[in-house]
């Protein structure tokens, strides 16, 4: 079982910035894909971000440019930065860890943190 919890949510004016941390309970950046999700209000919950074990990062097109995704292996700590954020940004942040060994599918989700960005 892993253990993620998410932080640094909060209420942003548009064009600000925000840094989401994501605490696994255990090492497992050396083995799983961690994500980035949201889920606005009456919509279905979207990839942001993500890093494979091996480094590389991928991100959904309208956050390109203005997000950023980075682990900290000592802290076994995932984070996302967020830069110039818009209204559309608001959302219920979710943290995923991903792997898959043979068969089987391990997958794992926090509990959310909520970023506002309004006026």
């Known amino acids: 079982q892993v253990q993620l919890v998410e932080s640094g949510g909060g209420l942003v004016q548009p064009g600000g910035s925000l840094r989401l941390s994501c605490a696994a309970s255990r090492s497992i950046f050396s083995s799983y894909t961690m994500a980035w999700y949201r889920q606005a209000p009456g919509k279905q919950r979207e990839l942001v971000a993500a890093?494979?074990?091996?480094?590389?990062?991928n991100f959904a097109d309208y956050v390109e440019g203005r997000f950023t995704i980075s682990g900290d292996n000592a802290k076994n700590t995932v984070y996302l930065q967020m830069n110039n954020l818009k209204p559309e940004d608001t959302a219920v942040y979710y943290c995923n860890a991903r792997n898959v060994l043979g068969s089987t599918i391990y997958n794992y989700w926090g509990q959310g943190t909520q970023v506002t960005v309004s006026s």
């Open positions: 890093i494979t074990s091996g480094g590389k990062a």
